[in-house]
């Protein structure tokens, strides 16, 4: 049961996350604040990689799976 509530708990930090990263997304979509110097180098680094394909995108499916291969292993180092 504890394993479920950790997950929970990860999921809601995951939320919170995404509602904040979202927030910046809209504020910077409707041009209230312009983007900072280092958002500026990590969106030309996101392009650039994007464009030579060597941007890597993993669907939510496959990282679950291997945070969970990732809790297995440690489990069986901790016996």
Sequence with gaps: MSEISDILKEMRS??????KVENI?????????DPLEDELEEIKM?????????????????ALKSVGELRSSSRKTRR
């Design 14 to 19: 995951l939320r919170a996350s995404v509602d």
């Design 25 to 33: 997304v809209e504020r910077r979509l409707i041009g209230v604040d």
């Design 46 to 62: 996101h392009n650039k990689l994007k464009r030579t394909g060597k941007e890597e995108y993993v669907s939510l499916k496959e």
